[in-house]
């Protein structure tokens, strides 16, 4: 198992990780410096941006969080590692869902593995597929902490369907990734990050159903005003810091 930033190590530790994603498919320079400087201003634990050197390298310059990039193939990551990331990630699938693209176990399985011959030395996080029924995602995670995934971050906002505004519609919205989460963490001994379709009501419940960090995308990402961006980040790290400090990692 890589070693994690020793700044992650303790918020993972404890429970309290907080992980911010600018987009696997985002490869605007001035979207992702407003969501890296969001991150570290708003008190993220790391920020989550696509794989490419050039955007690693800015990311660099605006701030001192780790950076993780996303992509689908280990060959993506090789430039993005010379330029510096220090956590890679397979994941973050939301934007291929919409061209019709879908990730089959065994591939997955795959690039991890891949991935993981590739670059041992850095931590890796694999994002387990939501439109799997619930017992193929504990399986498929089971199997990827065998090949080697440092971390597993479940999804599933694409696939809820609130029915109510409010409260009550951000419980719905939340309701796949947290039905993931619990599963998933019972079933592996690795740390499982929470993510998709979260927000600062339903955190602290992903924390309750196992998570040892949460992972925030659209809630930030797709705000055009930078304060209206850090406001946000700051009420999901409020929302962590309120909940009892745990350690068991």
């Known amino acids: 198992m890589a070693s994690l930033p020793s700044s992650l190590l303790y918020s993972f530790s404890h429970a309290k990780a907080l992980k911010i994603i600018s987009g696997i498919s985002n490869f605007d320079p001035q979207l992702t410096a407003k969501v890296v400087r969001s991150a570290a201003l708003g008190g993220a634990d790391y920020v989550d941006i696509a794989a490419d050197a050039g955007l690693v390298a800015m990311a660099k310059q605006l701030t001192q969080l780790p950076i993780c990039v996303s992509a689908i193939s280990a060959e993506a990551f090789c430039e993005p590692v010379k330029a510096g990331a220090d956590l890679l990630e397979i994941g973050n699938y939301d934007s291929f869902y919409a061209q019709g693209l879908r990730f089959s176990p065994e591939g997955i399985v795959q690039v991890t593995a891949t991935t993981k011959q590739m670059f041992p030395d850095l931590p890796l996080t694999v994002t387990v597929p939501h439109y799997l029924p619930l017992d193929q995602q504990v399986a498929l995670a089971e199997r990827l902490e065998q090949t080697g995934a440092d971390l597993i971050q479940t999804e599933g906002g694409t696939s809820s369907q609130p029915q109510h ?84 990692l």
């Open 165 to 248: 505004s409010g409260t009550l519609g951000l419980m719905e919205k939340a309701v796949p990734t947290l039905s993931a989460c619990y599963e998933i963490s019972r079933a592996v001994s690795i740390p499982v990050i929470c993510a998709s379709g979260l927000s600062s009501v339903t955190i602290p419940l992903a924390i309750a159903c196992g998570a040892r960090g949460v992972g925030v995308g659209s809630a930030v990402n797709q705000l055009q005003d930078e304060v209206a961006m850090i406001a946000t980040v700051r009420s999901l790290r409020e929302a962590l810091n309120s909940i009892p400090t745990m350690t068991t």
